[in-house]
């Protein structure tokens, strides 16, 4: 279902929210995207436009196709044989699925954050660095040190690990590590993030300090976030887009979607009665 | 909580079935035990019986001989050069000393039977012992020199009248004698490892055979782990998985199952039938073992990449690492100590393998150690199947010495693989 653009005006206007130019502008729009694995729909028919400098949730149950959709967003399903996905998504107006994009620009400026921290088995330093250098961002020595320095700072890991910067990164803590990956994927300087259930694998105060750290991120990112905890969508997103069996039920403001949603099934899965 | 009829206590008998349980995994536990002390036993056997018959390949019996080293015996006149130290018949020389230990001895039989205690080599051993030291020449001297392999067969005997037919009773007379004065000993026979193949087996070594062996396994190791691990790599990493590949995947399967003795047929027509290669080359033999072991590397390879977690290469690539790189990067360098487990295995393989090199010919009777890939050479393993094979009683223990080489180059290479595995391996 498209939402033309006059509702989200509409939504916006009954938060009291003003319309930003980045809203007129979405920085990502997708139209009719359908994914299917090995002719198998996973999703279909999704219109959602994600707007810049924003936190947007995708929420659903299982196997509702949110990942999936996320997995669109930077091409990542390209790696899964008997992918195939159809429809338009646009990030600043360039279609992504063009003939020419190179998937290393597009994951250059749209960075991800898996569901189990990844780090690479090498020091913290080297996971950092890696982005920068192989982009050629940074040059080497007390130039890519600066940019390490700032990424941690900003993925607010730096005071725990400034004294250990080469020891080696799979010995920190899940909640650390997940923030590491975080630093790496800001390190490149990209203009989304991706993040694909950043804290189903950590305790709740290491949730807290991601939540914090993604509140912060928005200044400067697009950030889309998949998650199962419907508290978390509420308290770090402004925007809400409910999938349900691989269908984009409902997208709106957060405070909308959970307080007055227009959708029963959306309502049922807020609600706690599916899902 | 119920009215079952079960006794009120948690012993065994208390549930009917539970005794006919546990004396079931008690069977099986001792069937596995009995299994592995089998195995072990089979093992300790069989080490057991190469060391004691191969211990005797690394000493050997060297007798006390008086040289008389004066300028008449040698033959020289005054003002000899270090040439004509060189043209001395050393043969007459040595004869002459052991005769003039015996001076009762007369008579041509007896004679050569008393030439025959020293071996072949004993002429050779006292040129090099004067050529090193022009300064003796003029003195009377004692030498620990080589016995010859029947006299060695049975001093290392224990010296009992069973053994050694070969020797006559008047040589085993001799022997005891010498034995009450002191002039046999048992000595470590460095020969045995510096020396190559000889037709005397007191002169016989396996050098020749290591340096075979070494130059073929390094022709193999280049030729298997760099073509093994790249395909490896474009198959597991970069190949579409269609028809065509999962075929490739079969037949490479089907390789490695193929007798080995095969690869030494295609290296015949190929090799030496079609390029034209030397025959008996360890350049050749490398190859054919590269063959043989390719299927192996590559599927040791691609399990070890399979076994890289995907989060691993989603990582490298959600950051905009390109393809190759993720792989370069990151998969390959956590991929490489199983890769490296599997090529020291196939080169441990490939290291006893004797049949492909029968066929290319690295069978030969070969005296000297080769001094480049494309000298004839031996290897270890066919060394081991050349002396078995010979009739000198001696070339026992000289056969069971090369086994026990060859083991021990074997062993030196699981632990290197152990080794490797441990330091390369990183934990995610």
Known sequence: ?275 | MTDQAYPPNLVTDAVPGVRKRHGKEIRFRLLGLSAILASLGFLVFFVASIVITGYGAFVKTVVLVDVDLSQEALGLEAGYTSTDLEDVSYRTVVRGAIRGMFADVSGRSARRELTGLLGAGAEFELKDIVLKNPELVGSQQSFWMTASDDFDLFNKGGAKEETATQLTPQQKDWYRGLLRDGRVKTAFNADFLTASDSRDPELAGVWGAIKGSFFALGICLLLSFTVGVLAAIYLEEFAPKNRWTSFLEVNINNLAAVPSITYGLLGLAIFLGIFGLPRSASLVGGMVLALMTLPTIIISSRVALQAVPPSIREAALGIGASHIQAVFHHVVPLALPGMLTGTIIGMARALGETAPLLMIGMVAFIADAPSSVLDPASALPVQVYLWADSPERAFAEKTAGAILVLLAFLVLMNLAAVILRKRFEKRW
């Not at chain 1, 149950?61 to 390209?78: A, E, I, V, Y």
């Not at chain 1, 008997?82 to 400026?109: F, K, P, S």
């Not at chain 1, 569901?115 to 950092?128: A, D, G, H, L, R």
């Not at chain 1, 950590?202 to 976030?225: C, G, S, V, W």
Request: charged share 25%; glycine share 8%.
């Open chain 1, 1 to 275: 279902m498209v939402i033309p653009m006059t509702k989200e005006m509409q939504f916006s206007a009954t938060s009291g929210l003003e319309p930003s130019p980045s809203e007129a502008h979405p920085k990502i729009h997708a139209s009719c995207v359908h994914v299917s694995y090995s002719g198998r729909p996973a999703i279909r028919d999704v219109d959602l436009d994600i707007r810049a400098n924003s936190v947007t949730a995708l929420i659903g149950p299982s196997g509702c196709g949110k990942t999936t959709f996320l997995r669109c967003l930077n091409r990542m399903n390209d790696i899964i044989d008997g992918c195939e996905v159809r429809g338009n998504i646009q990030l600043d107006g360039e279609d992504i699925y063009a003939a020419g994009v190179d998937t290393v620009v597009l994951r250059r400026r749209v960075g991800m954050v898996f569901q189990k921290p990844n780090p690479f088995p090498k020091s913290i330093y080297e996971n950092v660095a890696y982005g920068p250098r192989i982009h050629g961002l940074a040059g080497k020595g007390k130039d890519l040190d600066a940019t390490v320095q700032s990424s941690l700072e900003r993925a607010g890991l730096w005071d725990e690990v400034k004294d250990r910067l080469d020891a080696p990164a799979t010995g920190l803590s899940g909640g650390q590590q997940q923030r590491l990956c975080i630093a790496r994927a800001i390190a490149i300087e990209p203009d989304v993030i991706l993040m694909d259930e950043p804290c189903s694998a950590l305790d709740p105060i290491a949730t807290a300090r991601i939540e914090e750290l993604i509140d912060e991120l928005k200044q400067n990112f697009t950030i889309i976030i998949v998650t199962h905890s419907m508290q978390q969508a509420a308290r770090v997103s402004q925007y809400t887009a409910f999938f349900h069996m691989g269908e984009l039920v409902e997208e709106g403001e957060t405070k909308v979607i959970f307080t007055n949603p227009k959708d029963p099934r959306t309502e049922a899965y807020v609600t706690g009665r599916i899902g």
